[in-house]
């Protein structure tokens, strides 16, 4: 697949967002209350978690854009759960076996199975579970026990997804459970708690359910921010771009990316803030603008997790050097993002150095003309590469239909917002 260069112009909305979609399914999956889901992630993340619910009997069915779900009664899969390519899926299931008491098998395709689960499955071992990785990754073994008091834990990692799994087994068990040192983590599962009336309070480093009693209801999931991060920076980076998006989430914990935007120089406005069901939403206008480079710590890498590859397009163009710290992580994710964001953009010849924990661009005019992008089958890389492409490409990918896992529809997407000025005759 070859990402064309241009600019990007026009009014687009993305799809719902993911993380957001997979919480929603789980939580809502454990009571008997029928929930619409409007606006689910239509990537196949989110089937791998419709199809883990399902094999323990719940019912979740997507309908349209949209979702069904309900708790059932619920029982050990009889096959092993296959994940797919979610690490959320695996993490979120996990602490829902813990808490449900449901013994499992999971598994997962190939980059999954090179992620790390023990950071996951220590902690739910002290909530009484008994779980047998493969060397730390899948495939893994859960049984899950049923515990009685309130559980008191120290996370071993500023992770949404053990964050997550912990609040899991305590919603599906009916226990309390309270959370120190959460570093900041996206906090959906904590929004989504307390917009169904779960008695819980948080903040950046705690969370405190004092109770796992919910009452689901229908509920809206705002645009990605993680998908609308390919537009927002490609139209920053790219002459002649002006772009908006409609209705994305921007709640704080996630919202890094435009942080970092706007300290380097992006016109970027945000306009129209409103929530829904406890998320913080805006539409958001984007347009060409010259960068600087910055320095992003790690404590701003935290709520840009899933943005660095993408941030890294805009580093790539900003007068001077940027330094991104704590991208330790980040080679644990769909692929090694380090890597993957250092073969992308030396092969545009824009200079990049790296330690375990921080890495640095030095901007320029990068020229990606006739150069290939391996993906490694992540996603994000392959959207970041569209950006790249569209501001000095043609760009060539090796492999498109990993991008199906968050955002099918992306390309026929992108190439309408770079044509958006032309008429049907002029495509002819
Ligand atoms: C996610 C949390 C992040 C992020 C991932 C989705 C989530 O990982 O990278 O893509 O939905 O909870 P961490 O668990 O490392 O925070």
Same mark, same amino acid.
């Given at each position: 697949m070859i990402f064309q260069r241009g600019a990007l112009r026009g009014e687009i909305a993305v799809p719902g967002d993911k993380s957001i979609s997979h919480r929603a399914l789980f939580i809502a999956a454990s009571t008997q209350a029928k929930v619409r889901v409007q606006n689910l992630n239509p990537g196949r993340d989110l089937d791998a978690t419709i199809g883990a619910l399902s094999s323990i009997g719940a019912s979740a069915k997507r309908d349209g854009p949209d979702a069904e779900v309900q708790g059932g009664r619920l029982h050990a899969p009889e096959a092993p759960v296959n994940c797919l390519n979610s690490g959320t899926t695996a993490r979120l299931i996990m602490g829902t076996c813990a808490g449900a008491g449901l013994h499992a098998r999971l598994q997962g395709d190939e980059s999954l199975s090179s992620r790390p689960m023990e950071p996951v499955a220590a902690q739910l071992r002290a909530f009484g579970s008994r779980v047998t990785t493969s060397g730390g990754a899948l495939p893994l073994e859960i049984a899950g026990q049923l515990p009685a008091q309130t559980r008191h834990f120290i996370l071993l990692s500023a992770s949404a997804q053990i964050k997550s799994a912990l609040l899991l087994a305590g919603v599906y068990s009916g226990t309390p459970v309270t959370l120190e040192r959460c570093g900041g983590s996206r906090d959906h599962t904590e929004r989504l708690l307390k917009s169904w009336n779960a008695d819980i309070v948080f903040d950046a480093d705690r969370v405190a359910m004092r109770s796992a009693h919910i009452e689901p209801r229908d509920?809206?999931?705002?645009?990605?921010?993680?998908?609308?991060?390919?537009?927002?920076?490609?139209?920053?980076?790219?002459?002649?771009?002006?772009?908006?998006?409609?209705?994305?989430?921007?709640?704080?914990? !996630?919202?890094?990316?435009? *942080?970092?935007? %706007?300290?380097?120089? /992006?016109?970027? $406005? #945000?306009?129209?803030?409103?929530?829904?069901?406890?998320?913080?939403?805006?539409?958001?206008?984007?347009?060409?603008?010259?960068? !600087?480079?910055?320095?992003? *710590?790690?404590? %701003?890498?935290?709520? /840009?997790?899933? $943005? #660095?590859?993408?941030?890294?397009?805009?580093?790539?163009?900003?007068?001077?050097?940027?330094?991104?710290?704590?991208?330790?992580?980040?080679?644990?994710?769909?692929?090694?993002?380090?890597?993957?964001?250092?073969?992308?953009?030396r092969s545009a010849g824009v200079a990049t150095e790296s330690d375990t924990n921080a890495i640095w661009i030095t901007g320029g005019i990068p020229n990606a003309a006739g150069a290939s992008v391996q993906t490694g089958g992540d996603h994000r890389t392959a959207m970041a590469a569209a950006a790249l492409g569209a501001l000095c490409g043609p760009l060539e990918i090796d492999d498109a239909a990993c991008i199906d896992v968050s955002f099918p529809g992306f390309v026929p997407q992108w190439a309408a917002a770079q044509n958006a000025d032309r008429t049907i005759a002029e495509l002819r």
């Open positions: 509920t809206r999931i705002p645009g990605d921010l993680s998908a609308a991060a390919f537009f927002l920076v490609a139209a920053v980076v790219t002459p002649g771009s002006r772009l908006t998006i409609r209705d994305v989430g921007i709640n704080p914990s !996630r919202s890094g990316l435009l *942080d970092a935007l %706007l300290q380097m120089g /992006a016109r970027i $406005e #945000i306009g129209n803030r409103r929530e829904w069901d406890c998320e913080p939403v805006a539409d958001l206008s984007a347009e060409f603008s010259a960068l !600087r480079g910055i320095t992003i *710590d790690s404590s %701003l890498t935290v709520r /840009a997790i899933d $943005e #660095i590859v993408i941030l890294s397009v805009a580093a790539a163009v900003a007068q001077g050097q940027t330094r991104i710290a704590g991208i330790s992580d980040l080679r644990g994710k769909e692929s090694d993002r380090v890597a993957a964001i250092e073969q992308m953009l």
